[in-house]
C-alpha cells in the first residue's frame, strides 16, 4: 500500500510562488511516473504535470507551460510542485498521484491508483 501526502498549499497574492511537496509512505515512488491534479469548486479534476520515474522526462498542460516545474528526488521519496507567477484562476485543491504505466505523458485520472488527499490553493487577486 502507498500513501501520498502532499504539503506546501497555503494563500498567496497572484504573481507569487508556492512550491508543492508530495512524499511517499509504505512503498518506493522510484519506479513510477508522478501526477499532479487539480480541482477548482465545481470542476473536474484536472491534470497539470507529469514526471517519469527518473525525472528525465516531463509534460504540462498548456498552462501550467513556463510557469510550473514538476521534479523529484527519489532518495527523498518525495515530488514537487514548484509553482511561479500564480494567478487567481489557480485555486484549486492540488493531488499528487501515481500511476503504474511506464511512460509520462499520463493526462487522465483513471490512469492513476494511487492519489493523496490533496493541498489547497488559494491565489488572492
Known amino acids: 500500500q502507498v500513501q501520498l501526502v502532499e504539503s506546501g498549499g497555503g494563500l498567496v497574492q497572484a504573481g507569487g510562488s508556492l512550491r508543492l511537496s508530495c512524499t511517499a509512505s509504505?512503498?518506493?515512488?522510484?519506479?513510477?511516473?508522478m501526477g499532479w491534479f487539480r480541482q477548482a469548486p465545481g470542476k473536474e479534476r484536472e491534470f497539470v504535470a507529469s514526471?517519469?520515474?527518473?525525472?528525465?522526462?516531463?509534460y504540462y498542460r498548456a498552462f501550467a507551460r513556463g510557469r510550473f516545474t514538476i521534479s523529484r528526488d527519489n532518495g527523498k521519496n518525495t515530488v514537487y510542485l514548484q509553482m511561479n507567477s500564480l494567478k487567481p484562476e489557480d485555486t484549486a485543491v492540488y493531488y499528487c498521484?501515481?500511476?503504474?504505466?511506464?511512460?509520462?505523458?499520463?493526462?487522465?485520472?483513471?490512469?492513476?491508483?494511487?492519489w493523496g488527499q490533496g493541498t489547497q490553493v488559494t491565489v488572492s487577486s
Open positions: 498521484a501515481r500511476t503504474s504505466r511506464p511512460i509520462t505523458i499520463v493526462t487522465m485520472t483513471r490512469d492513476y491508483d494511487y
Open positions: 509504505g512503498r518506493t515512488l522510484n519506479s513510477y511516473t
Open positions: 514526471i517519469n520515474w527518473n525525472g528525465a522526462s516531463t
